[in-house]
């Protein structure tokens, strides 16, 4: 089993990469998440996890260990693939997936391409325990409210050119501070004196 790579990125896509390591390209594929940790380096140690089938064997490439572990968490979920669980790690980030495990919303699973509404609770249900276990105190769950203000806040900062992982990072902190947002402008306006 492969570990990780660590080589010269020869090519890049948000979907794959290729590494060249000791003289061999490895085509390494990725998740939006881990292209935008690694969008701008050329030398890297990407962390890697070798799907083999009867037919193929994939390299799959993560920046972060959280995320290689979700995605391995993923994977052991009956009706979950690889290829669904990148698309998973494409469209969420490791925060919003063990918050929506283990606040059971199965809604922003479903609103993922290729899971459907039984998936989606069989995600919660199968990974809910794990995901607290590893988490222990760590995980703050946010109102539903905040949520909202939060989606809609997230949405303004994307189209004003912020990076998406980034500001979700930032209003997750927001949020868990004590001072309370009532308003989404708020949420913003305290989100823009920190990204300016």
């Given at each position: 089993?492969?570990?990780?790579?660590?080589?010269?990125?020869?090519?890049?896509?948000?979907?794959?990469?290729?590494?060249?390591?000791?003289?061999?390209?490895?085509?390494?594929?990725?998740?939006?998440?881990?292209?935008?940790?690694?969008?701008?380096?050329?030398?890297?140690?990407?962390?890697?996890?070798?799907?083999?089938?009867?037919?193929?064997?994939?390299?799959?490439?993560?920046?972060?260990?959280?995320?290689?572990?979700?995605?391995?968490?993923?994977?052991?979920?009956?009706?979950?693939?690889?290829?669904?669980?990148?698309?998973?790690?494409?469209?969420?980030?490791?925060?919003?997936?063990?918050?929506?495990?283990?606040?059971?919303?199965?809604?922003?699973?479903?609103?993922?391409?290729?899971?459907?509404?039984?998936?989606?609770?069989?995600?919660?249900?199968?990974?809910?325990?794990?995901?607290?276990?590893?988490?222990?105190?760590?995980?703050?769950?946010?109102?539903?409210?905040?949520?909202?203000?939060?989606?809609?806040?997230?949405?303004?900062?994307?189209?004003?050119?912020?990076?998406?992982?980034?500001?979700?990072?930032?209003l997750n902190q927001l949020?868990?501070?004590?001072?309370?947002?009532?308003?989404?402008?708020?949420?913003?306006?305290?989100?823009?004196?920190?990204?300016?």
């Amino acid at each position: 089993m492969i570990s990780y790579i660590k080589g010269l990125i020869t090519w890049k896509t948000p979907t794959y990469i290729v590494v060249e390591a000791g003289g061999i390209g490895y085509h390494v594929n990725i998740s939006l998440q881990t292209y935008t940790k690694i969008e701008k380096s050329e030398l890297i140690t990407i962390l890697t996890y070798q799907h083999i089938t009867e037919n193929s064997q994939t390299l799959y490439g993560f920046a972060e260990e959280a995320e290689r572990n979700l995605f391995k968490l993923l994977i052991s979920v009956s009706g979950i693939g690889s290829s669904t669980a990148q698309i998973v790690l494409s469209s969420l980030n490791t925060d919003e997936i063990k918050s929506a495990i283990v606040g059971e919303n199965d809604r922003i699973f479903s609103s993922v391409k290729g899971i459907g509404p039984k998936t989606a609770k069989r995600i919660i249900l199968d990974l809910k325990d794990k995901v607290v276990k590893d988490l222990g105190e760590e995980i703050i769950l946010l109102p539903q409210q905040d949520n909202t203000i939060r989606d809609e806040a997230l949405s303004a900062l994307i189209a004003l050119g912020f990076n998406k992982i980034q500001v979700q990072k930032l209003l997750n902190q927001l949020l868990k501070s004590p001072e309370h947002f009532g308003t989404v402008e708020a949420l913003i306006k305290a989100a823009l004196k920190q990204l300016s």
